[in-house]
């Protein structure tokens, strides 16, 4: 499962994907107070290949940056510089041919706010397959029978097609979404947040879900998510982002039990967990630093404890971690790189831990 | 059970009076905090976690009101106390700490001002007296160059930094108690530990006790000594943090720890609770879990259960005694 990547060929693959956003005072601002233009580096040189049937999870804290690769690669934004590229064929908002893009589909994290009000669900999930046939708005009897297989497979009533949004609870609505994704018969999702705005019990039943669909017709996803336990859950392979940039992409196993990267690093011993009932938690110090005067050389320097004279000076790149089984994954790191990093600590007394079982007697977990 | 405790609150009851009728979302919540003790208060949206938290810093909007219940602070009841007299006790005994930093500051102050007013009200001290106590604070809580912090506007702080100068305004008056509502939802997972980290140092430090109102229960099990499980307005269990965790008593606690994907674990599904909390407009008969719960039976469709010894928690489940 974990080696997926390495040796199919890519179904989706970004290259030196970049986004910049001018940010800069009005005109007169810089001339009269002599204020520079200001570049806001969102997504800066981010490169990643996702094979068909995998899930790329991409974990980040606000203003990393993972949105923004989302949008990029649905074309809702014009990258800067590089490419995106769909089964071989680029369909970046820069190709000269996007209708590759009618593979993919995208499911936004406010399932309030991403569906019409106004609209009927029915409507709502036909709207693809309508834009799909060119006509903007045939009636929805066409796809009648389309729409309510579709709703039936994210586990809603086909009677609720006749129902407005408002009507839905909140993870019955990122069902609709989910449907209306899953019309035009996609073969990629690009899921950004999908599950943020819910309850955790009912995170639980659309991730149950969106990994059932995965199964049944053979999808490929792109997960982004602040939240790690999420994506250690639902990702194959995992990218970390930070300001603009990956840091460390890894299987996910091998990156929740070995991370290499000192932000990886930080970023799962500050999670809190479960498991971690009554641990002591190493303080984690500093903050993000501000994305338009971004740090010279690695860009996680001024947080990081490792950090020598070239972290200051030079980028690092993404890398093959060094010693490491072939597709273990790979780190911008210096430290890394040169091995100044004490080895990663995989805490086995955590890995024991089982969570209760339900219903059981005997499923009870032994307290650590 | 109420004595020594610092807060004890008995049959609370929450309720809104609306056109359709009284809509109840707090219904007979019992509960007490020790001198010194973290209670986590854990529930999904609308189970009434924030309603209790509010209705103990007596924060209720109209037209909500409590209905029926006791609220009692050391020993002396607070919730029927004047408007004059609450506004005493809020600030000076009890303390808050908001989800959203930026909105529980007045953004035409500077921080600094926003401290020395807060401590003047409650403390009588000089004006230097009460600067001295306000640079003090802020570097209790962990603002570098308190100094030169001190005359800026909170929107020259980061969301971290904000949520810092939140709760050293809680801690102005050295209250007693501080009831934290989501006071890590809006921050990034790295700041959020370094304030987890700072509530714990600072209770420890002063023996203040916190209500930890959150959703998320991997806040809760770093930080909350005794946890509270609320559904539908309702307590279902309470007990020690690691007990609730790890020997869930109730189905409903059963399933949302099953339900919480962990960074540690490795499962095919979550355990998944079907359905969703009733609205407060059709709260069940009996157990308000019943419709649920795999394990229903008639007695839960018809009476309500109450908080019971199970285990080493108190669960409100009528399978604790079949």
Known sequence: ?368 | MTAGALLAVEGLRVEFPTRQGTLVAVDGVSLTIAPGEVLGVVGESGAGKSLTGAAVIGLIDPPGRIGAGEISLAGRRIDNLPPEALRRIRGREIGAVFQDPLTSLNPLYTIGRQLIETITTHLELTPAAARARALELLSEVGIPAPGRRFNHYPHQFSGGMRQRVVIALALAAKPRLIIADEPTTALDVSIQAQIIALLKRLCRDHGTAVMLITHDMGVIAETADRVAVMYAGRIVEVGPVAEVIHRPQHPYTRGLMGSIPTIVAERETLEQIDGAMPRLTAIPSGCPFHPRCPHAFDRCRRDRPELMAAGATRSACWLVLK
């Open chain 1, 1 to 368: 499962m974990n080696n997926l990547s390495a040796d199919a060929a890519p179904l989706v693959e970004l290259i030196d994907e970049a986004r910049h956003f001018d940010v800069s005072p009005p005109w007169l601002n810089r001339v009269l107070e002599r204020k520079p233009r200001a570049l806001l580096k969102a997504v800066d040189g981010v490169s990643f290949t996702i094979a068909k049937g995998e899930t790329l999870g991409l974990v980040g804290e606000s203003g990393c940056g993972k949105s923004t690769v989302a949008r990029l690669i649905v074309g809702l934004y014009r990258p800067t510089r590089g490419e995106v590229r769909y089964a071989g064929r680029r369909i970046d908002a820069n190709a000269a041919d996007p209708a590759a893009r009618r593979n993919m589909q995208m499911i936004f994290q406010d399932p309030y706010a991403s569906l019409n009000p106004r609209w009927r669900v029915a409507d709502i999930v036909a709207e693809p397959l309508r834009a799909g046939r060119g006509s903007e708005r045939g009636p929805a009897r066409a796809f009648e029978a389309r729409v309510a297989s579709l709703l039936e497979q994210v586990g809603l009533a086909r009677a609720d097609g006749a129902k407005f949004p408002h009507q839905f609870s909140g993870g019955q609505r990122q069902r609709v979404s989910i449907a209306r994704a899953l019309a035009g018969n996609p073969a990629f999702l690009v899921c950004d947040e999908p599950t943020s705005a819910l309850d955790v019990s009912v995170q639980a039943q659309v991730l149950n879900l969106m990994r059932r669909l995965q199964r049944e017709l053979d999808l490929t996803y792109l997960f982004i998510s602040h939240n790690l336990a999420v994506v250690h859950h639902i990702a194959n392979r995992v990218g970390v982002m930070y300001l603009g940039r990956i840091v460390e992409l890894a299987p996910t196993q091998r990156l929740f039990t070995h991370p290499q990267h000192p932000y990886t690093r930080m970023l799962l011993e500050a999670v809190p967990d479960l498991a971690k009932t009554g641990k002591p938690r190493t303080a984690v110090a500093g903050e993000v630093p501000n994305p338009l005067e971004p740090p010279p050389g690695c860009t996680f320097h001024p947080r990081c404890p490792y950090a020598a004279e070239r972290c200051r000076r030079e980028l690092p790149l993404l890398k093959p971690v060094p010693h490491a089984p072939l597709g273990a994954g790979e780190v911008a790191c210096h430290a890394v790189e040169e091995e100044r990093l004490p080895a990663a600590v995989v805490k086995t007394d955590e890995l024991i831990w089982r969570r209760p079982q339900v219903g059981r007697e005997s499923g009870r977990a032994d307290r650590l």
